[in-house]
């Protein structure tokens, strides 16, 4: 078991081998498998520092959460990508509290944050993975404010349903209008109306659980 | 004037004496002083990297601007700060566009970004400095995010106007409409609308530049 988790932590940082042998034992020692259902909460809102987290099977939804609980994605965490927004004392100028669920059945390993930031402050090499990790996860932050606040909302569909039909390279996008909303960061009743404009227009069939695209020529011009 | 300038490298880059000679006088060399006028452009939105920017005198407004004119103002760097958002050569993971204005007449030191660059390959040290000094705004961006998505304008106006009053120990703000809708990311009209309510219900006084604060318990309520 513990022999895993070497492995696991050898494949993901590329620093493991600049550690000492007492460093490399340190996050073994401190790090955990975990599984958690579609829907669980992994860390969450309330000021803590969870750790590193390394997602292995499954994904995670980064999240703000408002007071009076509307939802701002920030970031979906994919296979073999690493987290460190959830390890707020590793990189103490990442101060906000950022909620994470797993967004399907998840396997992670969590790396305790304390175990982490010790061996970041005696090595170089460490630290800088952490906060490389964690500015590459700026742009996409930035990215989300420009959409949600540049973006008209019939845009923001439309390019929502135009990337999901290329990716699946289907003319159906199975979604309900509340996971929709979730996506692109709005309110489910705004993009029920959005979504009954489009059918009025012609441009997509909306049916329980689904959307499917009519006219993609118009969709197009949408989205660009 | 060369010594000037690494006079100024070496106070503010930490990782200075990390540098070998040949590194410090890269930097030197490739580094310009500019002053610019109150509302000059210094970098800009055309995906160019200026370079790491210090602060010497005056500060500086980074802010997005969507197609149609929207500005959202990301982060204000004031004198003795460094920006790393224009040096998207050395970070290539912040790779949005930023604009970036003197908000005052503004002395600032430029280091040319392939200089910096370079320098980050070789040594870890100016690489973690960039790093770490462009993780710092993350929480800053995140701040600007939920205030202006989460937070009604009310609170938002009355927050501006409360930490401004408590920080200039005065009951007035010195400030027109449309300078206020850029402070808190809002447009003029709504802001112009929402001080008028105000000034119904007694909270302020409005006159030709500026805003008197009539009732700071009526404020306070809104703030908190």
Chains 1, 2 share one sequence.
Not at 89 to 94: A, G, K, L, T
Request: proline letters at 1%; one cysteine or more; aromatic letters at 10%.
């Amino acid at each position: 078991m513990q022999n895993d988790k070497s492995k696991i932590l050898e494949k993901y940082f590329p620093f493991w081998e600049k550690l000492s042998d007492e460093q490399q034992q340190r996050l073994c020692i401190n790090s955990v498998i975990g599984k958690y259902k579609k829907g669980a909460n992994i860390h969450g809102g309330d000021g803590s520092c969870t750790g590193a987290i390394i997602v292995m099977k499954g994904s995670l939804r980064a999240y703000l959460l408002s007071e009076n609980g509307r939802e701002v994605t920030l970031y979906r965490f994919q296979k073999e990508e690493v987290c460190m927004l959830s390890a707020s004392c590793v990189i103490p100028s990442i101060n906000f509290d950022v909620v994470i669920d797993a967004e399907e059945d998840s396997e992670i390993l969590i790396i305790c944050g304390n175990a982490y930031a010790e061996t970041a402050k005696e090595n170089i090499y460490a630290e800088n993975f952490a906060l490389d990790t964690a500015v590459k996860l700026f742009s996409d932050v930035v990215w989300v404010m420009q959409q949600t606040m540049f973006m008209s909302l019939d845009k923001r569909i439309a390019v929502f349903l135009w990337n999901e039909t290329s990716k699946t390279n289907s003319t159906t996008v199975y979604i309900t209008h509340e996971q929709l909303a979730r996506y692109i960061n709005s309110a489910r009743e705004a993009v029920t109306r959005m979504l009954k404009y489009f059918a009025s227009e012609g441009i997509v069939a909306l049916f329980r659980g689904g959307i499917k695209i009519l006219d993609f020529g118009k969709l197009e011009k949408l989205a660009l």
